[in-house]
């Protein structure tokens, strides 16, 4: 499990940068970053060194939407390689998600 989180405070922007594997592993620690009392402004969810991806990772997703706001949040991933980016356009996340 690999998770790191910074919170930046002047622009109430979290940013999330998980390890290799993004899935259940990291749902406790991606629970207590992102899903609190508060929803932050902004959250960056980059996914530059996960190599793979499962459902329960889409689910993690999907709460850190409704939290924030649905369709005002403002959650961008970034760094997905192509593969993650196929995975994401076939479940439609990127309808969901500004996918950088």
Known sequence: MSLTV???????CVTLQ????????????FHDACLGERAARSYVIDLGEVSSMDSSALGMLLL??????????????VNAGSSLRGTLRVAGFDKLFVLH
């Open 6 to 12: 910074h919170h930046d405070p002047d622009l109430d």
């Open 18 to 29: 998980l390890g290799e594997r993004f899935d259940f592993s990291v749902h406790r620690a």
């Open 64 to 77: 850190l939407r409704e939290h924030a706001g649905a369709d005002r949040a403002e959650i961008r991933i």
